[in-house]
């Protein structure tokens, strides 16, 4: 008897039988999202013992309806064909990973479909929010669970594979290299830092574009840890990745792209935030320096309209529009500073 049979058979046991016993005694089941009538529909599949659900539910998504189910008008958006290569939880996400053909031969309508079963599908397995969906290992899209997935308006990646923006920022949001107010679907100047301290941290080439590398990493990648381990804040500066970490009680809370003292001016070592100026003028320089906070000598993190891929300043250590304010904000006086 298949599995399908089975699941049917089950139904209609757990109607002739008290509802605490059924659960205490019946295998475990799943619950997939198929289309009827232009609307969702879920069926439930019985999880074969040694199976993690999440596996199991979406095998039997894309394997498609069963022709007892198909008859009653049941369909699904997916394309026969269709391959999962891998579903695993990351830091409270779902990464899903399936075979190019997820994406082929489709209209945007039926991509979102598509998209929208595998979100209702995984919605019920568990406590997690999101699932960054891949194919072939390359990030197509972050999907939010028990919302309808936003138009696909996608862009065109290395090799012709697709990602949209707004994919890749929810992304980089969850690992932290983003707000979530700044998930807007284009690829800002924003956007172009976060990629930039997220290319740096991961090792990769600095292009502050969504190369097919970074695609790679962006779907495999974990939030940054840091190297430091105590309670209470502090900031880890790594001269040779351009990114700074702002840490509270061991876990990053921002990652922010920065460009440090060009020929190892930015002194390695450990320090403390001593100053803190909203607007501070830099007597050998010449130069305004907005939410400047020392934290050696003359040497601080402050904004600056240019912060490129690479070491460039005198000794300070350079941060964007908009992280530069996040940063003097999360500091105190007496702050640690953590040069590497």
């Given at each position: 008897?298949?599995?399908?049979?089975?699941?049917?058979?089950?139904?209609?046991?757990?109607?002739?039988?008290?509802?605490?016993?059924?659960?205490?005694?019946?295998?475990?089941?799943?619950?997939?999202?198929?289309?009827?009538?232009?609307?969702?529909?879920?069926?439930?599949?019985?999880?074969?013992?040694?199976?993690?659900?999440?596996?199991?539910?979406?095998?039997?998504?894309?394997?498609?309806?069963?022709?007892?189910?198909?008859?009653?008008?049941?369909?699904?958006?997916?394309?026969?064909?269709?391959?999962?290569?891998?579903?695993?939880?990351?830091?409270?996400?779902?990464?899903?990973?399936?075979?190019?053909?997820?994406?082929?031969?489709?209209?945007?309508?039926?991509?979102?479909?598509?998209?929208?079963?595998?979100?209702?599908?995984?919605?019920?397995?568990?406590?997690?929010?999101?699932?960054?969906?891949?194919?072939?290992?390359?990030?197509?899209?972050?999907?939010?669970?028990?919302?309808?997935?936003?138009?696909?308006?996608?862009?065109?990646?290395?090799?012709?594979?697709?990602f949209t923006v707004r994919g890749v920022q929810l992304r980089l949001w969850t690992l932290g290299y983003l707000d979530r107010?700044?998930?807007?679907?284009?690829?800002?100047?924003?956007?172009?830092?976060?990629?930039?301290?997220?290319?740096?941290?991961?090792?990769?080439?600095?292009?502050?574009?969504?190369?097919?590398?970074?695609?790679?990493?962006?779907?495999?990648?974990?939030?940054?840890?840091?190297?430091?381990?105590?309670?209470?804040?502090?900031?880890?500066?790594?001269?040779?990745?351009?990114?700074?970490?702002?840490?509270?009680?061991?876990?990053?809370?921002?990652?922010?792209?920065?460009?440090?003292?060009?020929?190892?001016?930015?002194?390695?070592?450990?320090?403390?935030?001593?100053?803190?100026?909203?607007?501070?003028?830099?007597?050998?320089?010449?130069?305004?320096?907005?939410?400047?906070?020392?934290?050696?000598?003359?040497?601080?993190?402050?904004?600056?309209?240019?912060?490129?891929?690479?070491?460039?300043?005198?000794?300070?250590?350079?941060?964007?529009?908009?992280?530069?304010?996040?940063?003097?904000?999360?500091?105190?006086?007496?702050?640690?500073?953590?040069?590497?």
């Open positions: 008897m298949s599995r399908r049979v089975l699941a049917l058979g089950l139904l209609l046991a757990a109607a002739l039988v008290p509802s605490h016993t059924a659960a205490a005694q019946g295998p475990q089941t799943v619950r997939v999202a198929f289309v009827r009538h232009g609307r969702l529909v879920r069926v439930e599949r019985v999880v074969p013992r040694g199976i993690a659900p999440a596996v199991e539910a979406l095998r039997e998504l894309v394997q498609g309806p069963t022709r007892m189910e198909r008859a009653s008008g049941i369909r699904s958006a997916l394309r026969p064909g269709v391959r999962l290569q891998a579903i695993r939880e990351n830091d409270g996400i779902w990464l899903a990973r399936f075979s190019r053909s997820l994406l082929g031969r489709a209209t945007a309508p039926t991509i979102e479909r598509r998209l929208a079963q595998i979100e209702a599908t995984l919605a019920p397995l568990g406590p997690e929010q999101y699932a960054a969906i891949g194919t072939e290992g390359r990030l197509v899209t972050t999907i939010r669970l028990g919302v309808w997935p936003g138009a696909w308006r996608p862009q065109e990646g290395e090799k012709g594979y697709p107010s700044s998930v807007t679907g284009t690829l800002d100047y924003t956007t172009e830092q976060a990629l930039l301290a997220f290319q740096g941290w991961e090792g990769l080439a600095r292009t502050q574009t969504v190369t097919g590398e970074t695609q790679v990493a962006l779907f495999r990648a974990s939030r940054p840890e840091p190297f430091t381990h105590r309670q209470g804040k502090r900031v880890e500066i790594h001269r040779d990745r351009s990114v700074l970490l702002l840490v509270e009680d061991n876990e990053v809370r921002r990652a922010v792209h920065t460009s440090t003292g060009v020929f190892g001016r930015t002194p390695a070592g450990t320090f403390h935030v001593y100053r803190k100026e909203l607007l501070s003028w830099s007597q050998p320089f010449h130069v305004w320096m907005p939410y400047a906070s020392y934290f050696t000598g003359g040497i601080a993190m402050h904004e600056y309209p240019d912060v490129p891929a690479f070491p460039v300043s005198h000794g300070c250590v350079r941060l964007p529009d908009g992280e530069a304010i996040r940063v003097y904000m999360f500091v105190e006086i007496g702050t640690p500073v953590y040069v590497f």
